[in-house]
Nanobody
Framework: QVQLVESGGGLVQAGGSLRLSCAAS????????MGWFRRVPVKEREFVAA????????YYADSVKGRFTISRDNAKNTVYLQMNGLKPEDTAVYYC??????????????WGRGIQVTVSS
């Protein structure tokens, strides 16, 4: 059974940092691109960042470029999202995702359950 389990979310003040982790299990993820989406109430899920199996190139939403950094450890089947300079508008449920190939589709093959990130002003 494939599982993507997010951790590292929580409450932080504006300007602060959080590091999300996503541990994948249940199969080999060789060749899979992994990444993050986020959703706020009454809005559609938004792409945040993605990283292919090879580690690059990485992709970011314009809204997080220069503040967020995605990385992965293939030996641990884990992807990370370092979030710096957090803003209240980054408040959302963050979802880990995995998709076979070099890109992350809007409907990836595998999803995590999501983790809340709240940024207070």
């Amino acid at each position: 059974q494939v599982q993507l389990v997010e951790s590292g979310g929580g409450l932080v003040q504006a300007g602060g940092s959080l590091r999300l982790s996503c541990a994948a299990s249940g199969r080999t993820f060789s060749g899979y691109t992994m990444g993050w989406f986020r959703r706020v109430p009454v809005k559609e899920r938004e792409f945040v960042a993605a990283i292919p199996w090879t580690g690059g190139p990485t992709y970011y939403a314009d809204s997080v470029k220069g503040r967020f950094t995605i990385s992965r450890d293939n030996a641990k089947n884990t992807v990370y999202l370092q979030m710096n300079g957090l803003k209240p508008e980054d408040t959302a449920v963050y979802y880990c995702a995995a998709d076979l190939g070099r890109f992350l589709r809007n409907t990836p093959e595998f999803w995590g359950r999501g983790i809340q990130v709240t940024v207070s002003s």
